[in-house]
């Protein structure tokens, strides 16, 4: 089965620490996202890809950093820099013409 | 600046009336539209679309209206049923200019009562 896998679904970072949310897609698209989820703020993007070794940032690329060296792999990097990175964190995918899948999503919190 | 707006947070219905989750937004070069369906601590689902040389789209219980002069779409679901009760996105797209993203809106948490 085609799917888009996100790890791990719960997280718990220190503050100070980076950490890397996972995001792999087997159904072979070309584009894939980043969004951040907060209470009565909807989703709000981080950075997306259109195509392998490119991605441009969002509306919050700000404390966030991203890697596309393989078509079905995104991680999302959360640096010490993101100022309130506690969130639910959303991958998704893309082909032209279409639709998102989404993934699971990962919730961050910061201790 | 918000392009994508749904001005009602929440909402409630009787199990079997009619809900109508309103959207509206503000760039006219939005072509496609999407609803999705979210529930606690899951992602968003694929609800139904609409492209812009149509003002009406239906899915079993589900009907998308769009309305371009007033830059508004709604989604319908009749008759509501429990498991209706979750978070509704809508999202918009410029398809023509070649980008794959979408602007989504702020959500409105539907609640239908049995």
């Known amino acids: 089965d085609g799917g888009i896998t996100q790890s791990p679904k719960y997280l718990f970072r220190k503050e100070g620490q980076n950490v890397t949310l996972s995001c792999e897609q087997n159904?072979?698209?070309?584009?894939m996202y980043w969004y951040r989820q907060d209470p009565g703020q909807g989703l709000r993007l981080i950075y997306y890809?259109?195509?392998?070794?490119?991605?441009q940032k969002g509306d919050i690329a700000e404390g966030y950093s991203v890697s596309r060296e393989k078509k079905e792999s995104f991680p999302l990097t959360v640096t010490s820099a993101q100022k309130n990175p506690t969130a639910f964190y959303l991958c998704?995918?893309?082909?032209?013409?279409?639709?998102?899948?989404f993934g699971s999503g990962t919730r961050l919190t910061v201790v | 600046d918000q392009q994508v707006k749904q001005n009602s947070p929440s909402l409630s219905v009787q199990e079997g009336r009619i809900s109508i989750l309103n959207c509206d937004y503000t760039?006219?070069?939005?072509?496609?539209f999407l609803w999705y369906k979210k529930y606690p601590a899951e992602g968003p689902t694929f609800l139904i679309s609409?492209?812009?040389?149509?003002d009406k789209n239906e899915d079993g219980r589900f009907t998308v209206f769009l309305n371009k002069s007033a830059k508004h779409l709604s989604l319908h679901i009749v008759p509501s049923q429990p498991g209706d009760s979750a978070v509704y996105f809508c999202?918009?797209?410029?398809?023509?200019?070649?980008?794959?993203?979408?602007?989504f809106g702020t959500g409105t948490r539907l609640k239908v009562l049995a």
């Open positions: 998704a995918s893309s082909i032209w013409r279409e639709g998102y899948t």
């Open positions: 159904l072979n698209h070309d584009a």
């Open positions: 890809s259109q195509i392998v070794n490119d991605f």
């Open positions: 760039n006219s070069m939005f072509d496609y």
């Open positions: 609409i492209s812009s040389i149509k």
């Open positions: 999202a918009a797209s410029r398809r023509a200019s070649g980008t794959y993203k979408y602007i």
